[in-house]
């Protein structure tokens, strides 16, 4: 049974940071191109970043550029996103994505993430 459990999020103030973690299982992790999204209320989902299987690559919205950084530990299963600088309208539910090919493509339940003073 394939499982992405996303945990870390929470409240934060303006300018604070947040680990997020997506833990991975059923499963080939090591296989499988790793992002992040997110979707905010009343709005479309939207690519945060990105990892290839490898590591080899990575990729970001232009608006996270600089102040989030997606990581994975193939030997944990687990995909991290560090955002730093967080903005009101980084408040948004995080989703992890996993996808190999066109026909695998999983996604897990989401976190949510409330930056606010």
């Known amino acids: 049974q394939v499982q992405l459990v996303e945990s870390g999020g929470g409240l934060v103030q303006p300018g604070g940071s947040l680990r997020l973690s997506c833990a991975a299982s059923?499963?080939?992790?090591?296989?499988?191109?790793m992002s992040w999204y997110r979707q905010a209320p009343g709005k479309e989902r939207e690519l945060v970043a990105g990892i290839t299987s490898t590591c080899s690559s990575k990729n970001y919205a232009d608006s996270m550029k600089g102040r989030f950084t997606i990581s994975r530990d193939n030997a944990k299963n687990t995909v991290y996103l560090q955002m730093n600088s967080l903005k009101p309208e980084d408040t948004a539910v995080y989703y992890c994505n996993a996808k190999q090919g066109w026909r695998y493509d999983y996604w897990g339940q989401g976190t949510q993430v409330t930056v606010s003073s």
């Open positions: 059923g499963f080939t992790f090591s296989s499988y191109a």
